[in-house]
């Protein structure tokens, strides 16, 4: 660690990334009469973290000088990321870390002394390291040492300007949140802070009761920055999913289309388009499904520019790490919560839908959540507050069934749905493995616990759920049947349609058509089996 430089120095301990021969700079000594002209890289250096594993922490807009055996690091260059470092030995303030903590994903480094001189035990990465290990930005591409904008935020924090304008209109119990969203209580509270929540629902007795247009891209929400964006692949999930395709920006922003083939990749970006916006760039890598011809449509019918990444440097996407870090964050979820394998994308939206809402200590973000720095909108957490991913819910059948049948049953809780017009409406799994998808939804209090036959009822559903999630996947799950009936039923009536009725062949009346039974035609009306 070195506090008194105003730029970072990797030595031979560090891989270099990249290196960026357009300006050169001199860099003088700590007698300020030597120097050496150099320019600017982007290098790498790997920690070896307790269990083993390598973490690479990357250093943007930094110097390297070859003759140097360690690297120099300015702290405050590290801090301007949003970077912890406590480089106070604890011999002169007990309550320090004398460490490096980095929030996302969380990793503690832990200083070393040397005399007086704090420093880490960095290992030089290979490239396969590189490629396989998880990547953690430590500085910004962007470093000035001289700047003024330093001074003013210096007084701008030393006058405490306090956040204005948002208000909660339902307290929530900092200590409930941590515990309900897997979050630690700083985190919690700095969330509320930020965050609104307009709506609360009250429990007490147990409920029983267009036309296309040119100029596309006039009518989309337009948004600054960079985005970049990576597709992955998984194991099936229980609704057929095996791919992902991810959105993110440099706020932090995480926008994600479930697909069950990469060929889906054009129709994410239409949905990226529709409900975030239009970014003034667009980086991916050279991948298939990223150059297709519907993909470059896209592209044109929204005005989007687009640049490629340079082929074997995936560290140029921001998305490849961006992706570790999602997976890390549900396999914590899903391991905490113990939820099956099969429903890892109901996981992986919760997380995602969650991150873009909470708290992150990045100065970028300036305090305020990526949700309102992207869109610019203040985002509300009601739908989060109640319930933890995974718990175990009551939810109301609907239709009402018969009588004396009971009206509540048991369910896990999915996450918050987005498919319906109501507000605060969530998906249940069901003990058929179906998911439904209701707002009349209660949480399994600490008293229907204690009931012995509320205790039988929870029992019996997690043994029919884990048994039903450990089966491969057959033709003859509900949710599977229920498909194939849907696209059974669509092939049969549109070759019906065109056979009979060649006139109904434009797009947007196909739709009219689709359910089976009495169909109109010319003159009347015609019965379709």
């Known amino acids: 660690m070195d506090s008194h430089a105003d730029h970072s120095v990797l030595g031979r301990d560090a891989y270099i990334l990249e290196e960026f021969f357009g300006e050169k700079y001199h860099v003088y000594g700590y007698d300020n009469k030597s120097f050496k002209v150099q320019h600017l890289v982007r290098g790498a250096l790997g920690y070896i973290l307790e269990d083993g594993q390598m973490v690479i922490l990357i250093f943007n807009n930094v110097f390297y000088d070859p003759e140097l055996a360690h690297s120099l690091l300015n702290p405050n260059q590290m801090r301007d990321h949003g970077i912890i470092v406590e480089d106070t ?5 007990r309550e320090s870390k004398h460490s490096i903590i980095i929030s996302d994903p969380y990793i503690c480094i832990p200083l070393k002394i040397r005399g007086y001189v704090s420093y880490i035990p960095f290992v030089k990465p290979s490239l396969k390291d590189i490629e396989d290990c998880v990547h953690v930005e430590m500085t910004g591409t962007w470093w000035d040492s001289f700047s003024d904008d330093f001074r003013e935020s210096e007084l701008a924090a030393a006058r405490e300007v306090a956040p204005v304008g948002i208000t909660q209109v339902y307290p929530v119990d900092p200590d409930v949140l941590s515990k309900t969203l897997l979050l630690s209580r700083d985190t919690a509270e700095e969330t509320m802070k930020i965050t609104t929540v307009l709506a609360s629902r009250v429990y007490g007795e147990p409920r029983y009761t267009r036309n296309g247009h040119r100029f596309r891209w006039l ?4 948004l600054t920055g960079r985005f970049f964006t990576d597709t992955f692949f998984t194991h099936p999930s229980l609704a057929g999913h095996n791919a992902v395709q991810i959105f993110v920006n440099e706020n932090r922003f995480v926008f994600i289309k479930l697909m069950r083939s990469k060929g889906e990749a054009p129709y994410a970006l239409r949905m990226f388009i529709d409900e975030v ?16 011809i519907e993909w470059k449509r896209i592209l044109r019918e929204f005005n989007l520019r687009e640049r490629k990444t340079e082929a074997y440097k ?19 979820i899903m391991e905490q919560k113990g939820v099956p394998i099969p429903l890892w994308d109901h996981a992986l939206e919760y997380a995602v839908s969650l991150n873009n809402c909470i708290y992150h200590p990045c100065p970028r973000l300036g305090g305020r959540t990526p949700h309102e720095m992207t869109t610019g909108s203040t985002p509300d957490i009601s739908a989060f507050i109640k319930y933890g991913f995974y718990d175990h819910v009551w939810y109301i059948v609907m239709p009402v069934p018969k009588f004396p049948e009971p009206r509540r049953k048991i369910g896990r809780f999915l996450g918050p749905s987005k498919t319906l017009i109501s507000d605060l409406v969530f998906k249940i799994l069901s003990k058929s493995g179906l998911i439904v998808v209701t707002s009349a939804v209660e949480p399994v209090t600490r008293s229907d616990k204690d009931n012995m036959a509320v205790n039988k009822l929870i029992n019996d559903f997690d043994t029919v759920i884990h048994t039903l999630m450990n089966k491969k996947p057959t033709l003859t799950h509900p949710n599977c049947l229920k498909l194939m009936w849907m696209i059974t039923e669509t092939k049969i009536l549109m070759l019906q349609m065109i056979k009979k009725f060649p006139t109904y062949r434009r797009r947007g009346q196909v739709a009219q058509y689709y359910q089976p039974g009495w169909q109109k035609s010319k003159p009347g009306w015609q019965y379709i089996k």
Do not use: C, M, T
Request: net charge positive.
């Open 314 to 332: 995936s560290w140029q996407n921001y998305a490849e790490n961006a992706v570790k870090i999602v997976k890390l964050k549900v396999i914590k």
């Open 277 to 292: 916006g239009i970014p003034d760039l667009l980086i991916s890598d050279n991948a298939f499904e990223e150059r297709s």
């Open 89 to 93: 030995p604890k011999r002169y303030d």
């Open 219 to 222: 009518g989309r929400r337009h």
